[in-house]
Protein backbone atom coordinates (compact mmCIF):
# COMPACT_ATOMS: atom_id res chain seq x y z
CA UNK A 1 0.00 0.00 0.00
CA UNK A 2 3.02 2.42 0.86
CA UNK A 3 4.25 2.31 -3.06
CA UNK A 4 0.81 2.64 -4.39
CA UNK A 5 0.54 5.64 -2.45
CA UNK A 6 3.97 6.88 -3.05
CA UNK A 7 2.82 6.09 -6.82
CA UNK A 8 -0.45 8.52 -6.54
CA UNK A 9 1.42 11.08 -5.29
CA UNK A 10 4.38 11.25 -7.69
CA UNK A 11 2.16 9.99 -11.06
CA UNK A 12 -1.33 10.44 -10.64
CA UNK A 13 -1.76 13.73 -8.69
CA UNK A 14 1.19 15.37 -10.98
CA UNK A 15 0.34 13.61 -14.00
CA UNK A 16 -3.50 15.58 -13.40
CA UNK A 17 -2.07 18.76 -12.61
CA UNK A 18 0.86 18.81 -15.29
CA UNK A 19 -2.33 17.37 -17.89
CA UNK A 20 -4.23 20.17 -16.65
CA UNK A 21 -2.18 22.92 -17.42
CA UNK A 22 -1.02 21.39 -20.88
CA UNK A 23 -5.42 20.94 -21.63
CA UNK A 24 -5.87 24.39 -21.20
CA UNK A 25 -3.45 25.29 -23.02
CA UNK A 26 -3.56 23.25 -26.04
CA UNK A 27 -7.50 24.18 -26.63
CA UNK A 28 -6.34 27.94 -26.98
CA UNK A 29 -4.07 26.61 -29.66
CA UNK A 30 -6.55 24.50 -31.18
CA UNK A 31 -9.48 27.16 -31.12
CA UNK A 32 -7.03 29.68 -33.14
CA UNK A 33 -6.19 26.41 -35.67
CA UNK A 34 -9.86 25.47 -35.81
CA UNK A 35 -11.02 29.20 -36.82
CA UNK A 36 -7.87 30.77 -38.20
CA UNK A 37 -5.76 28.08 -39.90
CA UNK A 38 -2.28 28.70 -38.47
CA UNK A 39 -0.13 27.74 -35.51
CA UNK A 40 0.18 30.41 -33.01
CA UNK A 41 3.59 29.82 -31.94
CA UNK A 42 2.85 33.22 -29.47
CA UNK A 43 0.57 31.39 -27.45
CA UNK A 44 2.79 31.05 -24.74
CA UNK A 45 3.94 34.27 -24.15
CA UNK A 46 -0.18 35.01 -23.47
CA UNK A 47 0.14 32.53 -20.93
CA UNK A 48 3.47 34.25 -19.35
CA UNK A 49 1.61 37.70 -19.41
CA UNK A 50 -1.51 36.46 -17.57
CA UNK A 51 0.44 34.86 -15.02
CA UNK A 52 2.38 38.13 -14.87
CA UNK A 53 -0.80 39.88 -14.89
CA UNK A 54 -2.01 37.67 -11.73
CA UNK A 55 1.11 37.86 -9.89
CA UNK A 56 0.38 42.12 -10.14
CA UNK A 57 -2.97 41.69 -9.16
CA UNK A 58 -1.86 39.25 -5.68
CA UNK A 59 0.85 41.93 -5.43
CA UNK A 60 -1.99 44.53 -5.06
CA UNK A 61 -3.66 42.67 -3.01
CA UNK A 62 -0.92 41.91 -0.30
CA UNK A 63 0.12 45.71 -0.64
CA UNK A 64 -3.74 46.64 0.33
CA UNK A 65 -3.18 43.93 3.19
CA UNK A 66 -6.56 41.83 1.69
CA UNK A 67 -6.55 38.51 3.28
CA UNK A 68 -8.14 35.64 1.15
CA UNK A 69 -9.57 32.28 2.19
CA UNK A 70 -7.49 30.68 -0.74
CA UNK A 71 -4.12 31.53 -2.52
CA UNK A 72 -4.48 35.12 -4.13
CA UNK A 73 -3.83 34.10 -7.77
CA UNK A 74 -6.67 32.25 -7.83
CA UNK A 75 -9.26 34.97 -6.47
CA UNK A 76 -7.58 37.37 -8.68
CA UNK A 77 -7.87 34.84 -12.02
CA UNK A 78 -10.63 35.89 -13.34
CA UNK A 79 -9.65 39.75 -13.61
CA UNK A 80 -6.20 38.59 -15.20
CA UNK A 81 -7.99 36.84 -17.69
CA UNK A 82 -10.03 39.70 -18.81
CA UNK A 83 -7.46 41.62 -19.47
CA UNK A 84 -5.21 38.83 -21.07
CA UNK A 85 -8.39 38.37 -23.47
CA UNK A 86 -8.20 42.01 -24.00
CA UNK A 87 -4.28 41.42 -24.46
CA UNK A 88 -5.27 38.94 -27.18
CA UNK A 89 -7.48 41.14 -29.51
CA UNK A 90 -4.92 43.55 -29.21
CA UNK A 91 -2.46 41.26 -30.57
CA UNK A 92 -4.97 39.88 -33.26
CA UNK A 93 -5.85 43.48 -34.62
CA UNK A 94 -2.23 45.00 -34.42
CA UNK A 95 -0.45 42.25 -36.43
CA UNK A 96 -2.61 39.58 -37.21
CA UNK A 97 -5.42 40.97 -38.99
CA UNK A 98 -3.73 42.79 -41.57
CA UNK A 99 -1.64 40.23 -42.70
CA UNK A 100 -5.36 38.15 -43.32
CA UNK A 101 -6.83 41.12 -44.63
CA UNK A 102 -3.69 40.78 -47.21
CA UNK A 103 -4.45 37.38 -47.72
CA UNK A 104 -1.17 36.28 -46.51
CA UNK A 105 -0.72 32.20 -46.12
CA UNK A 106 -1.02 30.32 -42.90
CA UNK A 107 2.70 30.03 -42.81
CA UNK A 108 3.34 33.90 -42.99
CA UNK A 109 1.07 34.13 -39.45
CA UNK A 110 2.66 31.46 -38.38
CA UNK A 111 6.41 33.40 -38.68
CA UNK A 112 4.19 36.65 -36.97
CA UNK A 113 3.55 34.62 -34.18
CA UNK A 114 6.90 33.76 -33.63
CA UNK A 115 8.19 37.34 -33.96
CA UNK A 116 4.92 38.14 -31.26
CA UNK A 117 6.18 35.82 -29.13
CA UNK A 118 9.98 37.26 -28.94
CA UNK A 119 8.54 40.92 -28.82
CA UNK A 120 6.68 40.19 -25.34
CA UNK A 121 8.93 38.02 -24.17
CA UNK A 122 11.05 41.14 -24.56
CA UNK A 123 8.75 43.36 -23.18
CA UNK A 124 8.37 41.20 -20.03
CA UNK A 125 11.74 41.11 -19.15
CA UNK A 126 12.37 44.60 -19.60
CA UNK A 127 9.87 44.99 -16.90
CA UNK A 128 10.50 42.31 -14.76
CA UNK A 129 13.89 41.53 -15.41
CA UNK A 130 15.05 37.85 -15.63
CA UNK A 131 14.59 36.61 -12.27
CA UNK A 132 11.82 34.68 -11.00
CA UNK A 133 8.74 35.24 -8.75
CA UNK A 134 6.30 33.26 -6.56
CA UNK A 135 3.27 33.94 -5.69
CA UNK A 136 3.81 32.98 -2.22
CA UNK A 137 6.38 35.10 -1.10
CA UNK A 138 3.30 36.89 1.04
CA UNK A 139 1.12 33.73 2.07
CA UNK A 140 1.72 30.51 3.13
CA UNK A 141 0.98 27.39 0.71
CA UNK A 142 -0.87 25.02 2.51
CA UNK A 143 -0.48 21.24 1.83
CA UNK A 144 -2.70 18.47 2.63
CA UNK A 145 -1.18 15.58 4.35
CA UNK A 146 -4.02 12.75 4.57
CA UNK A 147 -3.19 9.80 7.07
CA UNK A 148 -3.58 6.17 5.25
CA UNK A 149 -2.43 4.52 8.21
CA UNK A 150 -5.37 2.19 8.61
CA UNK A 151 -5.11 1.21 5.32
CA UNK A 152 -1.88 0.06 6.15
CA UNK A 153 0.35 2.64 4.52
CA UNK A 154 3.48 4.92 6.20
CA UNK A 155 3.16 7.60 3.70
CA UNK A 156 0.44 10.00 3.17
CA UNK A 157 -1.77 11.24 0.09
CA UNK A 158 0.01 14.48 0.09
CA UNK A 159 -1.39 17.12 -2.79
CA UNK A 160 -1.07 21.27 -2.20
CA UNK A 161 -4.32 23.21 -1.88
CA UNK A 162 -3.19 25.26 -5.59
CA UNK A 163 -3.11 21.79 -6.91
CA UNK A 164 -6.47 20.83 -5.85
CA UNK A 165 -7.66 23.82 -7.00
CA UNK A 166 -5.83 23.53 -10.30
CA UNK A 167 -8.00 20.20 -10.78
CA UNK A 168 -11.66 21.67 -9.65
CA UNK A 169 -11.18 24.50 -11.91
CA UNK A 170 -9.75 22.84 -15.02
CA UNK A 171 -12.98 20.70 -14.56
CA UNK A 172 -15.54 23.89 -13.89
CA UNK A 173 -13.34 25.27 -17.11
CA UNK A 174 -14.10 21.91 -19.49
CA UNK A 175 -17.83 21.64 -18.35
CA UNK A 176 -18.84 25.57 -19.20
CA UNK A 177 -16.44 25.50 -22.22
CA UNK A 178 -18.34 22.18 -23.39
CA UNK A 179 -21.68 24.17 -22.41
CA UNK A 180 -20.43 26.95 -24.50
CA UNK A 181 -19.76 24.81 -27.53
CA UNK A 182 -22.82 22.86 -27.55
CA UNK A 183 -25.50 25.10 -26.00
CA UNK A 184 -24.78 28.65 -26.85
CA UNK A 185 -25.38 30.10 -30.95
CA UNK A 186 -22.09 31.26 -30.80
CA UNK A 187 -20.30 28.05 -30.01
CA UNK A 188 -22.17 26.23 -32.76
CA UNK A 189 -20.98 28.88 -35.20
CA UNK A 190 -17.05 28.82 -33.96
CA UNK A 191 -17.79 24.76 -34.40
CA UNK A 192 -19.39 25.86 -37.91
CA UNK A 193 -16.44 28.08 -38.84
CA UNK A 194 -14.23 25.64 -37.63
CA UNK A 195 -15.62 22.66 -40.15
CA UNK A 196 -16.04 25.54 -42.96
CA UNK A 197 -15.45 28.92 -42.97
CA UNK A 198 -16.42 30.17 -46.16
CA UNK A 199 -19.48 27.83 -45.76
CA UNK A 200 -20.28 29.68 -42.57
CA UNK A 201 -20.06 32.84 -44.14
CA UNK A 202 -22.41 32.49 -46.49
CA UNK A 203 -24.60 31.29 -44.10
CA UNK A 204 -25.09 34.32 -42.60
CA UNK A 205 -22.65 33.64 -39.65
CA UNK A 206 -20.48 36.52 -38.10
CA UNK A 207 -17.65 35.57 -38.52
CA UNK A 208 -15.73 38.78 -37.44
CA UNK A 209 -17.63 38.29 -34.03
CA UNK A 210 -16.64 34.42 -33.77
CA UNK A 211 -12.87 35.28 -34.38
CA UNK A 212 -13.06 37.73 -32.08
CA UNK A 213 -14.36 35.59 -29.19
CA UNK A 214 -12.17 33.01 -30.53
CA UNK A 215 -9.29 35.30 -29.24
CA UNK A 216 -11.12 36.49 -26.05
CA UNK A 217 -10.94 32.42 -25.09
CA UNK A 218 -7.77 31.45 -26.05
CA UNK A 219 -6.33 34.37 -23.75
CA UNK A 220 -8.80 34.05 -21.11
CA UNK A 221 -7.89 30.08 -21.13
CA UNK A 222 -4.24 30.74 -21.59
CA UNK A 223 -3.78 33.51 -18.75
CA UNK A 224 -5.19 30.52 -16.51
CA UNK A 225 -3.03 27.97 -17.66
CA UNK A 226 -0.33 30.49 -17.15
CA UNK A 227 -1.29 31.26 -13.77
CA UNK A 228 -1.62 27.72 -12.91
CA UNK A 229 1.77 26.53 -13.68
CA UNK A 230 3.71 29.67 -12.25
CA UNK A 231 1.07 28.77 -9.12
CA UNK A 232 3.07 25.19 -9.17
CA UNK A 233 6.27 26.09 -9.90
CA UNK A 234 7.91 29.95 -9.72
CA UNK A 235 7.18 32.61 -12.22
CA UNK A 236 9.24 34.10 -15.06
CA UNK A 237 9.90 35.43 -18.26
CA UNK A 238 10.05 31.84 -20.42
CA UNK A 239 7.25 30.25 -18.07
CA UNK A 240 5.44 29.09 -20.86
CA UNK A 241 8.02 29.52 -23.56
CA UNK A 242 9.61 26.01 -22.35
CA UNK A 243 6.73 24.02 -22.63
CA UNK A 244 5.37 25.24 -25.95
CA UNK A 245 6.33 22.17 -27.78
CA UNK A 246 4.16 19.68 -25.31
CA UNK A 247 1.37 21.90 -25.49
CA UNK A 248 1.39 22.17 -29.38
CA UNK A 249 1.89 18.01 -29.08
CA UNK A 250 -1.12 17.65 -27.17
CA UNK A 251 -3.31 19.75 -29.53
CA UNK A 252 -1.66 17.65 -32.38
CA UNK A 253 -2.23 14.42 -30.56
CA UNK A 254 -5.86 15.23 -29.67
CA UNK A 255 -6.73 16.40 -33.34
CA UNK A 256 -6.07 19.95 -34.92
CA UNK A 257 -9.29 22.40 -34.64
CA UNK A 258 -11.02 19.80 -31.96
CA UNK A 259 -11.28 21.06 -28.36
CA UNK A 260 -12.11 17.88 -26.73
CA UNK A 261 -9.15 16.26 -28.45
CA UNK A 262 -6.92 19.19 -26.92
CA UNK A 263 -7.99 18.34 -23.29
CA UNK A 264 -7.83 14.95 -24.17
CA UNK A 265 -4.17 15.52 -25.42
CA UNK A 266 -3.13 17.03 -22.68
CA UNK A 267 -4.36 14.87 -19.73
CA UNK A 268 -2.49 12.08 -21.84
CA UNK A 269 1.10 14.46 -22.51
CA UNK A 270 1.04 15.20 -18.67
CA UNK A 271 0.25 11.90 -17.37
CA UNK A 272 3.09 10.27 -20.07
CA UNK A 273 5.27 12.75 -18.78
CA UNK A 274 4.69 11.58 -15.34
CA UNK A 275 4.88 8.21 -16.09
CA UNK A 276 7.94 8.67 -17.75
CA UNK A 277 10.15 10.16 -14.90
CA UNK A 278 8.82 7.82 -12.37
CA UNK A 279 11.60 5.71 -10.26
CA UNK A 280 9.15 2.63 -10.94
CA UNK A 281 11.87 0.94 -8.13
CA UNK A 282 9.89 2.71 -5.26
CA UNK A 283 7.20 0.22 -6.77
CA UNK A 284 8.84 -3.30 -7.84
CA UNK A 285 11.18 -2.88 -4.95
CA UNK A 286 9.41 -6.16 -3.23
CA UNK A 287 10.05 -7.82 -6.33
CA UNK A 288 14.17 -7.69 -5.15
CA UNK A 289 13.26 -10.43 -2.69
CA UNK A 290 12.48 -13.19 -5.31
CA UNK A 291 15.61 -11.47 -7.83
CA UNK A 292 18.62 -12.95 -8.16
CA UNK A 293 21.27 -10.72 -6.73
CA UNK A 294 22.86 -10.41 -10.44
CA UNK A 295 19.32 -9.08 -11.65
CA UNK A 296 18.49 -6.85 -8.50
CA UNK A 297 16.73 -3.82 -9.17
CA UNK A 298 18.92 -0.78 -9.58
CA UNK A 299 18.26 2.61 -7.38
CA UNK A 300 16.92 4.34 -10.00
CA UNK A 301 14.70 3.27 -12.68
CA UNK A 302 12.90 5.89 -14.64
CA UNK A 303 12.15 5.70 -19.05
CA UNK A 304 13.85 9.16 -18.61
CA UNK A 305 15.86 11.47 -16.70
CA UNK A 306 13.85 14.33 -15.11
CA UNK A 307 16.08 16.60 -17.07
CA UNK A 308 14.74 14.90 -20.55
CA UNK A 309 11.23 14.89 -19.79
CA UNK A 310 9.63 16.92 -23.06
CA UNK A 311 11.32 14.44 -24.94
CA UNK A 312 8.33 11.92 -24.40
CA UNK A 313 5.51 14.80 -25.81
CA UNK A 314 8.18 14.48 -29.08
CA UNK A 315 7.78 10.55 -29.05
CA UNK A 316 4.18 11.09 -28.62
CA UNK A 317 3.85 13.49 -31.29
CA UNK A 318 6.24 11.58 -33.90
CA UNK A 319 4.30 9.01 -33.17
CA UNK A 320 1.15 10.12 -33.66
CA UNK A 321 2.12 11.62 -37.00
CA UNK A 322 3.02 8.28 -38.44
CA UNK A 323 0.32 6.45 -37.04
CA UNK A 324 -2.83 8.85 -37.30
CA UNK A 325 -1.76 12.17 -38.50
CA UNK A 326 -5.62 13.44 -38.27
CA UNK A 327 -5.35 12.99 -34.13
CA UNK A 328 -7.37 10.79 -31.65
CA UNK A 329 -10.50 12.92 -32.57
CA UNK A 330 -9.63 13.58 -36.60
CA UNK A 331 -9.38 16.92 -36.49
CA UNK A 332 -6.95 18.79 -39.01
CA UNK A 333 -4.69 16.93 -40.84
CA UNK A 334 -0.82 17.21 -39.25
Known amino acids: MTELIFFINQVVIAGAVLGCIYA ?54 PIAMVISAILALGIDKGFYAPLRKRGARPVTLLIASIGVTLMVQGLIRLFFGAGSYSFFETEAKDVFRIDLSMLGSTRPLVITEPQLLMIIVTAISVIALHLFLTRSRLGKAMRAMADNADLAQVSGINTALVVRVTWIIAGALGCMAGTMLALDVTLKPDLAFNIIIPIFAAAIVGGLGQAYGAIAGGLLIGFAESLAVFNWTMVLRPLNAILPDWLQLPATLALVPTEYKLTVAFVILVVTLLVRPTGIFKGASS
Open 24 to 77: LGAVGITLVFGILRFAHFAHSELMTSGAFFAFLLASAFAAWGIVTPIPTGFVVL
